[in-house]
């Protein structure tokens, strides 16, 4: 129903900068919230960032003020800035949206399959 493409996700010094692209594909549905959330290796899965329709936007306490989440809601695409990087920012990112079916009253959850993302001298 939703295919979502990330890109941008690599290697990176500490202290340089990442952007990660998310396009979201799709037909019947409209997209409510576009956001990020990642995985540290041994840690659970964590909201970095999201944005709402209206460019309402959140961060985690740990990112806020180095990270920026922007949309683009022609493209269906999600932007997320990474700045300053540290090496507990680590981990496999994933796009996630939240859309509502043309014919439904109910949202819906979609992911990504992540990208890496290593911060490492």
């Known amino acids: 129903q939703v295919q979502l493409v990330e890109s941008g996700g690599g290697l990176v010094q500490p202290g340089g900068s990442l952007r990660l692209s998310c396009a979201a594909s799709g037909s019947a549905f409209n997209i409510l919230i576009m956001g990020w959330y990642r995985q540290a290796p041994g840690k659970q899965r964590e909201l970095v960032a999201r944005?709402?329709?209206?460019?309402?936007?959140n961060y985690a306490d740990a990112v806020a003020g180095r990270f920026t989440i922007s949309r683009d809601n022609a493209k269906n695409t999600v932007y997320l800035q990474m700045n300053s990087l540290k090496p507990e920012d680590t981990g496999v990112y994933y796009c996630?949206?939240?859309?509502?079916?043309?014919?439904?009253?109910?949202?819906?959850?979609?992911w990504g399959q992540g990208t890496q993302v290593t911060v490492s001298s």
């Open positions: 996630t949206v939240k859309i509502l079916p043309q014919s439904s009253s109910r949202s819906e959850d979609c």
């Open positions: 944005v709402t329709k209206s460019d309402s936007t």
